[in-house]
């Protein structure tokens, strides 16, 4: 089946540092990808969608230039979380698609776990 | 605004007994539902997707029922085990997936 791998699982680094988290499609070409957050005990929320070739579409509320996200390939997306600061900490969740509007469920990463101290 | 909830939040049962979890949504208008397991500190794996022309999708011991019309969905989970404890969420939506709160499920040897 069809498997997303994300990196790291699990980071740990000092307020004002920028991290990058990876999400690649390994056997398939995924399109789209989508960026969620899950907080301790709470559901996850999608932060952005990121499409192979243009500029992600961010939520409402997501800050643009807190959470930079590249699509560079039909594999790869990347989700920056730019001078990050306690409240960032959270767990972040992508998903791949690799046909919009197909019936097939998104295939998703089993997240990285961001703490900023 | 697309809203999901699911009740109950957590729910312990023993071994064996068959049991019914439960999804509502706000908006009929929607594409497809999904339920998915979430373990512990993990990511998540897909366990039934319904089309919103179908009633019910079944794998194995999970039967997921599909109701637009009331906004309701349930996942039918018998003789649960052990290995079934995990947070189970449901979703709706054709990509921009809508989340509800889970349901934490404790199956107690």
């Known amino acids: 089946g069809a498997v997303v791998s994300q990196h790291p699982s699990w980071v740990i680094c000092k307020s004002g540092t920028s991290v990058k988290i990876e999400c690649r499609s390994l056997?398939?070409?995924?399109?789209?990808m989508f960026w969620y957050r899950q907080f301790p005990k709470q559901s996850l929320m999608l932060m952005a969608t990121?499409?192979?070739?243009?500029?992600?579409?961010?939520e409402q509320g997501v800050e643009k230039d807190k959470f930079l996200i590249n699509h560079a390939s039909l594999t790869l997306s990347t989700l920056t979380v730019t001078s990050a600061h306690p409240e960032d900490s959270s767990f972040y969740i992508c998903?791949?698609?690799?046909?919009?509007?197909?019936?097939?469920?998104?295939?998703f990463g089993d997240g990285t776990r961001l703490s900023i101290l | 605004k697309q809203e999901v909830t699911q009740i109950p939040a957590a729910l312990s049962v023993p071994e064996g007994e068959n049991l019914v979890l439960n999804c509502s949504f706000t908006?009929?208008?929607?594409?497809?539902l999904q339920w998915f397991r979430q373990d512990p500190g993990k990511g998540l794996t897909s366990l039934l997707l319904?089309?919103?022309?179908?009633r019910e999708q079944t794998s194995g011991r999970l039967n997921a029922s599909l109701d637009k019309s009331s906004g309701r969905s349930t996942l039918y989970i018998a003789a649960s085990q052990p290995g079934d404890s995990a947070t189970y969420l449901c979703?709706?939506?054709?990509?921009?997936?809508?989340f509800g709160q889970g349901t934490r499920l404790t199956i107690n040897p």
């Open positions: 998903s791949a698609l690799d046909r919009p509007y197909s019936n097939q469920p998104q295939h």
């Open positions: 056997d398939f070409q995924a399109t789209t």
């Open positions: 990121s499409n192979e070739g243009s500029k992600a579409t961010y």
């Open positions: 908006d009929s208008a929607i594409y497809n």
């Open positions: 319904i089309q919103s022309s179908q």
């Open positions: 979703a709706v939506g054709a990509q921009k997936l809508v």
